[in-house]
């Protein structure tokens, strides 16, 4: 299975998101972009995916135009930006699909309190990301 997840910055959700599905089955073809890519994945998010054992510091976030020609079995936006902002993909996509979540780079307060939003949001892309895994494994089996 190929799989492209879309964000605006491809810093932290995306990059969470490819992190939990490799973790899942690394037999899986996972890629993360960004319409509008930062400069690198955001120090919270390797921490706090450091923090269950998935280390995604090798991350580099990547531009959607890299991937338009290419075929996805499915292409997930994870943010309402990327959604409204997605490229037409003229390689072979299956599904687009969108599934949703905050941005946790947007926390404000102290450090424990922006921590928490990184976790929470951490564990909310987990548990979507693994039921979305969990249907479509069982789907092509």
Do not use: W
């Not at 910055?9 to 998101?17: F, V």
């Not at 690394?26 to 400069?39: M, Q, R």
């Not at 687009?96 to 780079?105: C, K, R, T, V, Y």
């Not at 309190?113 to 039921?131: G, H, M, P, S, W």
């Amino acid at each position: 299975m190929r799989i492209l997840i879309l964000c605006t910055g491809n810093s932290c959700r995306s990059q969470m998101a490819e992190g939990f599905l490799k973790s899942f089955d690394p037999n899986l073809e996972v890629f993360s972009a960004g319409t509008k890519p930062s400069g690198q994945v955001h120090p919270k998010a390797v921490q706090v995916m450091n923090e269950i054992g998935i280390d995604i510091s090798a991350g580099q976030p990547r531009d959607v135009g890299e991937f338009v020609s290419q075929s996805f079995d499915y292409v997930i936006t994870v943010c309402d930006n990327a959604k409204d902002t997605c490229p037409v993909f003229i390689g072979n996509v299956g599904e687009q699909l969108h599934i949703g979540f905050e941005d946790p780079a947007e926390a404000k307060g102290p450090e424990e309190e922006i921590l928490a939003v990184f976790r929470r949001v951490r564990d909310a892309i987990k548990q979507d990301f693994y039921k979305f895994y969990q249907e479509k494994r069982e789907q092509n089996q």
